[in-house]
C-alpha cells in the first residue's frame, strides 16, 4: 500500500464518499467532515498523512437502543496495483462536535474498511 493519494483522485472525493454515508451505510442518519488531522499534529498512535481527517458519525438506534454517534480520525491508504483503498480509523473527540443529546458516544472504536 502506498500513503499518498493517486494522482487524478480529487482531494475532495473522499469527502464527498463520508458526506455519503447516510445514502449507503445502513442506519447512518448523520455524517459529516470535521477536520484535517495537520500532518504535524501528535495523536497518540496514529499515523498523520496528508489525507487523515476527522469525522462524525451518527447511526439509529431500534427501541429500545438510543442512537450511537462517533468522531473517529480515519487514513486511507491507496494500492494503485492492486486497485485497492483501505480506511482505517479509530475514535478520538473534537471541540466541533461535542456529546449529542439523544445519543450515546462510542468512545472507543477502532477499525477498518477494505
Known amino acids: 500500500m502506498t500513503h ?20 449507503w451505510v445502513d442506519r447512518c442518519i448523520d455524517a459529516r467532515h470535521l477536520a ?3 500532518k504535524t499534529a501528535q495523536l497518540p498512535g496514529i499515523d ?27 487514513h486511507a491508504d491507496f494500492d494503485v496495483k492492486g486497485h485497492e483503498v483501505r480506511l482505517t480509523f479509530r475514535s478520538t473527540s473534537h471541540p ?15 477499525g477498518h474498511w477494505t
Open 96 to 110: 466541533k462536535m461535542p456529546p449529542q443529546d439523544g445519543a450515546v458516544r462510542i468512545t472507543f472504536l477502532r
Open 4 to 23: 499518498d493519494r493517486p494522482a487524478g483522485v480529487p482531494a475532495d472525493a473522499l469527502e464527498k464518499l463520508v458526506d455519503d454515508h447516510p445514502d
Open 48 to 74: 498523520q498523512r496528508l489525507d487523515d481527517r476527522i469525522v462524525y458519525n451518527r447511526t439509529e438506534g431500534t427501541w429500545p437502543v438510543k442512537d450511537r454517534d462517533v468522531v473517529v480520525t480515519s
Open 36 to 38: 484535517y488531522v495537520e
